[in-house]
């Protein structure tokens, strides 16, 4: 069998035309040779620019294209490492747009929730967790709705979603969305220990804004917790839970 090639057919290259004016073209009709020098000039100048525009469009293409496959690539090797930077870097561009999750994010990096346990009715420190939680849904009049509990201690506020079949165990195939309440089992031990905001969900993560949390130095008893970001792996054996907010 013969191996037979289609030559490529080559593109022609069209010359640019040269406007010239009637005189011009009289002159070069009857063969006037300083017209037909300038003529000629002017031809190789016009080819000239239009081969400099041409490959300034392959240049402008191309650069395109590297950027394009150079965010495609980042994107897919350094998505999840970018997201986590940009949410330690206080980023809000993936929280959701729910208004208890915008009220939370206001109160980043508040240390010790004496604003909360306060408002809460404490005269003293407590784990503020679910006050912060409490909080941020009576700002916007969720409470008085009846769509979260007024509650400081995170077991009670597991069964009030409970008790109205709005909650939704680790594990039992749903997907949080921005603006339920996540509840954490540190010690897996099937006993809650902990609650917090989902802000939003990407990439097999959700990322949470929580009240009492994180250490704010090396020596554990000065402890008093902070409001702060963390992402979790959706499938983590850390989460115990879900509370669903009614719309």
Same mark, same amino acid.
């Given at each position: 069998m013969f191996n037979i090639r289609k030559k490529r057919k080559k593109k022609k290259t069209v010359s640019p035309q040269v406007q010239l004016t009637p005189e011009e073209l009289q002159a070069l009709e009857s063969g006037d040779d300083e017209v037909m020098r300038r003529y000629a000039e002017r031809r190789i100048r016009a080819a000239r620019k239009a081969q400099r525009k041409r490959k300034q469009q392959r240049i402008r293409r191309r650069s395109l294209t590297i950027i &394009? +496959?150079? +965010? &495609?690539?980042?994107? $897919? !090797?350094? /998505?999840?490492?970018? !997201?986590?930077? #940009? $949410?330690?870097?206080?980023?809000t561009v993936l929280d959701g747009d729910v208004p208890m999750v915008e009220t939370a994010r206001?109160? #980043?990096?508040?240390? /010790?929730g004496k604003k909360f346990w306060q408002w809460y009715g404490f005269d003293s420190h407590v784990d503020w967790c679910a006050c912060f939680i409490s909080w941020c849904a009576d700002q916007n009049g969720l409470i008085d709705d009846g769509k979260v509990p007024m509650s400081c201690y995170v077991p009670q506020q597991v069964n009030w979603f409970r008790d109205r079949d709005r909650y939704h165990e680790q594990g039992d195939g749903y997907t949080p969305k921005a603006g339920d309440i996540i509840f954490f089992d540190w010690e897996h031990d099937d006993s809650v220990d902990h609650v917090g905001l989902v802000a939003s969900v990407f990439r097999g993560k959700v990322y949470t804004i929580e009240g009492n949390s994180g250490f704010t130095g090396k020596d554990e008893k000065k402890w008093k917790g902070i409001c702060k970001r963390n992402g979790y792996p959706i499938k983590s054996k850390d989460i115990f839970g879900y509370g669903l907010v009614e719309k």
């Open positions: &394009i +496959l150079c +965010l &495609i690539g980042m994107n $897919l !090797v350094l /998505g999840g490492r970018y !997201v986590n930077n #940009l $949410l330690k870097a206080g980023g206001t109160q #980043l990096g508040n240390y /010790g």
